[in-house]
């Protein structure tokens, strides 16, 4: 997607270059900021205030109101991801608060969520150090040695309907309601108090709504953000010609900019997911808030360097499974085919080639056997004449 990056010279010069490039739209914007919280919140809480009205009219009208809030809960997202950085205001303090606040909405402990997506970038496109906070990516060469057990289970992990409608609402709904391992005491309060939190939420709306309506609503509205905002992660960062390299190859730029895709969405689209499809940008610099990343990718011809993914190309990328090392590509299962097929013929032709040396082989294996019963006989045969008498030997008279 851009020029490799070569020489310890040439990488240091590079940091220096767009460092001293997005410095400046790295500065949070009060007034922005501000904004981008009125037009996201406000129309947010008015479709759970219509959800309430519909309710006494017709239960009809409710799929169109959470397919719209399933929108601006993506952008909700967007700000609580903003949060997380300490991006979107200057104050720490603000930033938690509001944090908290948008995780609440989101079903995310922020502490906790933050801890986790720091490691993100910190390896993402790591080969030697995935597992926290990316889709589960095996290389081809892993996938053939390991068990069948875990094929099986890589397989269905990968598999878009596991992938993009059963494994966002099991993320946001339930694994968010647990702190991992290794979390810190204050990222495991972060979850503690997220969960009371949201039981509170739950008591205040079922007031409103009744539990279960309220659950079967927010649920609902929680799914669908989570199938949108899954898939805006996984082509972030899963498309043919992205960045893989072991720990010692591992560049942080590159990452960046190869290893995170610049997705060109219809603006309407762009503008609920808070400008992450310029997640070249982000990656390079997770400090600039959602509201100047398009700016920072038009002020730079560094940034023109990265192939934008449109929403026709990125569904190309729902065939991708494995990282093939060798040809620094990601594949699909078609490719794992032909690599068999590959295998199978190179085994054949193996086969064919010692056919014949293996059959020479037996022929002298065969042969040695039958000189030596030749040579035995002719042996017998003359220690039968030596033995004889020596009128036996001239035969009988006539």
């Excluded at 890589?154 to 979390?183: D, E, K």
Aim: overall charge positive; charged content about 20%.
């Amino acid at each position: 997607m851009v020029a490799t990056i070569s020489g310890p010279d040439t990488r240091s010069a590079r940091v220096q270059q767009w460092k001293a490039i997005v410095e400046r739209f790295q500065k949070p914007h009060l007034g922005r900021a501000l904004w981008q919280v009125t037009n996201t919140f406000v129309p947010y809480v008015a479709i759970w205030c219509a959800l309430a009205w519909v309710k006494d009219v017709s239960w009809w009208l409710a799929p169109p109101l959470v397919l719209l809030g399933a929108g601006f809960m993506v952008r909700v997202f967007i700000i609580f991801h903003d949060c997380g950085h300490g991006s979107f205001f200057r104050s720490e303090r603000a930033n938690a608060v509001l944090g908290f606040v948008a995780g609440m909405m989101t079903f995310t402990p922020y502490y906790h969520w933050r801890g986790e997506h720091a490691l993100h970038h910190r390896t993402t496109g790591d080969l030697d150090r995935r597992g926290v906070g990316d889709v589960w990516t095996m290389t081809v060469q892993e996938y053939l040695e390991a068990s069948r057990w875990k094929k099986f289970a890589y397989v269905l992990a990968r598999n878009p309907v596991v992938l993009f409608v059963l494994a966002p609402s099991f993320l946001f709904l339930v694994l968010q309601r647990f702190p991992s391992r290794g979390a810190s005491g204050r990222e495991r309060r972060s979850v503690w108090w997220m969960d009371l939190a949201l039981v509170g939420l739950a008591a205040a709306m079922s007031q409103v709504f009744g539990l279960v309506p309220y659950l079967v609503l927010h649920a609902s509205m929680m799914s669908v953000a989570g199938v949108a905002g899954v898939w805006l992660f996984y082509v972030q960062h899963q498309f043919e010609d992205a960045y893989w390299e072991r720990g010692g190859d591992w560049d942080y730029t590159e990452a960046a900019m190869k290893g995170s895709s610049f997705y060109r969405l219809p603006r309407v689209m762009q503008w609920f997911s808070g400008n992450i499809g310029f997640h070249h940008v982000h990656h390079l610099s997770p400090r600039i808030p959602n509201y100047n990343l398009e700016a920072c990718h038009r002020s730079d011809p560094m940034f023109h360097e990265v192939t934008p993914i449109t929403l026709r190309a990125s569904l190309r990328s729902l065939g991708l499974r494995l990282w093939d090392e060798s040809s620094r590509k990601l594949v699909g299962w078609r490719h794992m085919r032909e690599l068999r097929r590959q295998h199978r013929d190179a085994a054949r032709a193996e086969v064919r080639e010692s056919a014949p040396h293996d059959a020479g082989d037996a022929e002298r294996r065969d042969a040695e056997p039958q000189a030596s019963t030749h040579g035995e006989r002719a042996h017998a045969g003359a220690s039968h004449e030596v033995g004889a008498s020596p009128g036996e030997r001239r035969g009988p008279r006539a």
